[in-house]
């Protein structure tokens, strides 16, 4: 599978970005799909993932701000990125995982197979 990720960009906060992620080589209804962030001097941590079935579930801070799509046409996944704030601020990963995702480990890095390059999103205050 390979994946492109772009949409990042410098936004001021409460602003939005939509990134997308186009993938390749498999189709979006046999792989599950996720964003994982990481942001100067943290680790990287898990945002949103939208599973096979089509299920969604986002991190805390990011639930009811971000949201997780896919366009099974265009075998592209997105995340519009709403309210923005400064603490988004960070490079996104598109990620995919192909053997079928488990609920219990949708935050676990070890469990996705396919890394896209990272796009930097920057929310200044």
């Known amino acids: 599978v390979q994946l492109q990720a772009s949409g990042g960009g410098l936004v001021q906060a409460g602003g939005s970005l939509r990134l997308s992620c186009a993938a390749s080589?498999?189709?979006?209804?046999?792989?599950?799909m996720a964003w994982f962030r990481q942001a100067p001097g943290k680790e990287r941590e898990f945002v949103a993932v939208?599973?096979?079935?089509?299920?969604?579930h986002y991190r805390a801070s990011v639930k009811g701000r971000f949201t997780i799509s896919r366009d099974n046409a265009k075998n592209t996944v997105y995340l519009q990125m709403n309210s923005l704030k400064p603490e988004d601020t960070a490079v996104y990963y598109c990620?995919?995982?192909?053997?079928?995702?488990?609920?219990?480990?949708?935050?676990?890095?070890?469990?996705?197979?396919?890394w896209g390059q990272g796009t930097l999103v920057t929310v200044s205050s």
């Open positions: 080589g498999r189709t979006l209804r046999t792989i599950a």
């Open positions: 939208v599973r096979r079935g089509g299920d969604t």
């Open positions: 990620i995919a995982e192909t053997g079928g995702l488990i609920l219990s480990a949708i935050s676990m890095e070890s469990q996705y197979d396919y």
